[in-house]
């Protein structure tokens, strides 16, 4: 059974710096990863999807990659900014969308 | 991408009722799921909604408790029976098409007394 987990729990910066989010699961026969953001009392926005052929993808000032290897994922946003604030959330499927199994999420503050 | 919405957004139930959450899909997709998320926790799966046919629930999930329904490709209906203040969570449907990303909607803040 696929497990995720993602460090820190919580992560506070000042505006403009950048950061890693990490994302790590235990079953690298993985079908796909997909990194969402969540707004407090909000559903969940999809940020990110990267299928197992691929290594990453990128999108405005997110990037992320994959390497199944090592069973890692990471989020790297460039230039935060205090509307960045919300919790990350990395999910990862192992053999289609009926297993996808989440991290417990980054709580990221961006400091203006 | 697929727009989801859901109603209620909230709702506030007391003990032993059932509440039934409905979430409708802008555009066909190929799976439906309904995933549950208590108060400071991330996001479990309680079931894939079937069209057409019985869901299929996850581990320490029951279709007496988690009724589902999936009539067509762009509705389902989740109703947690039996309400006890441990069911007060957000409730979450999603769907994904043929690209594998997976949409959510907004949720359902659900509060037992």
Not at chain 1, 28 to 44: E, T
Not at chain 1, 56 to 72: F, I, M, V, Y
Request: with cysteine.
């Amino acid at each position: 059974k696929q497990e995720v987990t993602q460090i820190p729990a919580a992560l506070s910066v000042p505006e403009g710096e950048n950061l890693v989010l990490n994302c790590s699961f235990t079953d690298s026969a993985i079908y796909n990863l997909q990194w969402f953001r969540q707004d407090p009392g909000k559903g969940l926005t999809s940020l990110l999807l990267i299928q197992s052929s691929q290594r990453e993808q990128t999108s405005g000032r997110l990037n992320a990659s994959l390497d199944k290897s090592s069973g890692r994922s990471t989020l790297y946003i460039a230039a935060s900014q205090p509307g960045d604030s919300a919790t990350y959330l990395c999910a990862a499927s192992t053999y289609n969308n009926n297993d996808m199994r989440f991290g417990a999420g980054t709580r990221l503050t961006v400091k203006p | 991408s697929a727009v989801i919405s859901q109603k209620p957004s909230r709702d506030i139930c007391q003990r032993g009722t059932s509440l039934t959450i409905q979430c409708q899909v802008d555009s066909q997709v190929t799976m439906m799921f309904w995933y549950r998320q208590q108060p400071g926790q991330s996001l479990t799966l309680i079931a894939t909604a079937n069209q057409g046919s019985e869901a299929t629930y996850e581990s320490g999930f029951v279709i007496d408790k988690f009724p589902i329904s999936r009539p067509n490709l762009t509705f389902s209906t989740l109703t947690v029976s039996n309400l006890s203040p441990e069911d007060s969570s957000i409730y979450l449907c999603s769907g994904t098409g043929h690209s594998n990303e997976q949409f959510f909607g907004p949720g359902t803040r659900l509060t037992v007394l």
